[in-house]
């Protein structure tokens, strides 16, 4: 469950901390260009701000879209969160017989184009991370 921070991400994390006083347990850069912050549980409102502050002052200073996500203790709370507000109604996962670690997120049919995103971004977006969290190959949406 290890990973590594470049020095891009290690200076934003210290930037968007010194802003909003909330604890960055991560920060990924995706490929549109997106931050995403992985905030300690608890404090995602103080990451947000009042009306958002935190978020649109970090915006206009680093002229990038910023995401915050609350961390989870366990893959299925990581992967909740980062597919919120998608209604994520199951999460399970297991072994394939490739040996790679799957989870299969239960999603009502209605919600699952929320929880892909835009071009499948969100999705993505879940993929990566929980990959970096907690190294789970794969993550599949199926209609709840």
């Known amino acids: ?9 290690i200076q934003y994390i210290s930037y968007f901390e010194n802003i909003s006083g909330a604890t960055i347990d991560d920060c990924v850069v995706m490929e549109d260009d997106k931050i995403v912050f992985i905030v300690k549980k608890g404090q ?3 990451a947000i701000g009042k009306r958002g502050s935190n ?18 203790e366990t893959p299925e709370d990581l992967i909740k969160n980062s597919l919120a507000p998608a209604d994520v109604t199951d999460v399970t996962i297991s072994t394939s017989n490739e040996g790679k670690d799957v989870a299969f ?40």
């Not at 919600?111 to 879940?126: E, L, N, V, Y």
């Open 44 to 46: 995602a409102g103080l």
């Open 55 to 72: 978020i649109k002052k970090a915006q206009r200073d680093l002229k990038k879209e910023i995401e915050i996500i609350e961390n989870g």
């Open 105 to 144: 997120v239960k999603v009502p049919q209605k919600q699952r184009g929320i929880a892909i995103g835009k071009g499948g971004s969100k999705i993505d977006r879940c993929r990566r991370l929980v990959q970096r969290h907690f190294e789970i190959d794969e993550v599949i949406l199926t209609k709840s």
């Open 1 to 9: 469950m290890g990973f590594t921070l470049d020095q891009e991400a």
